[in-house]
Nanobody, 129 residues
Framework: VQLVESGGGSVQAGGSLRLSCAAS????????MGWFRQTPGNSREGVAA???????????SVKGRFTISKDNSKDNTWNTLYLQMNSLKPEDTAMYYC????????????????????WGQGTQVTVSS
């Protein structure tokens, strides 16, 4: 499995960015995918997640501003995961990571990093005031 993020960059507060995560390998086994972010010296924070049936989960800090979506093939192969980020704030500045899992764990854990077994390398998002 390989996850490759793209779409990060620098933007002013109030602006928008769309992150993409290209998935390859045995992605048909995924139960869910998610986005996490991390700033230096801090642990990874769950931002959003989506199940194979389209159910979505969001951190309170991004509800109403971020949306998560996926592009799957008809055989349920996960192709690309997206994170549309609107009304960006300086506190959204972080390295953003794409993650996936094929074990189908508790839905209550969707925004926790221990629930994910596959990770991308990350893409930096910087929001200036």
């Amino acid at each position: 499995v390989q996850l490759v993020e793209s779409g990060g960059g620098s933007v002013q507060a109030g602006g928008s960015l769309r992150l993409s995560c290209a998935a390859s390998g045995s992605t048909h086994n995924f139960y869910y995918m998610g986005w996490f972010r991390q700033t230096p010296g801090n642990s990874r924070e769950g931002v959003a997640a989506i199940d194979s049936d389209g159910t979505t989960y969001f951190a309170n800090s991004v509800k109403g501003r971020f949306t998560i979506s996926k592009d799957n093939s008809k055989d349920n192969t996960w192709n690309t995961l997206y994170l549309q980020m609107n009304s960006l704030k300086p506190e959204d500045t972080a390295m953003y990571y794409c993650a996936a899992d094929d074990r189908g764990g508790d839905i209550g854990n969707r925004l926790f990093d221990f629930a994910y077994g596959f990770w991308g390398q990350g893409t930096q998002v910087t929001v200036s005031s």
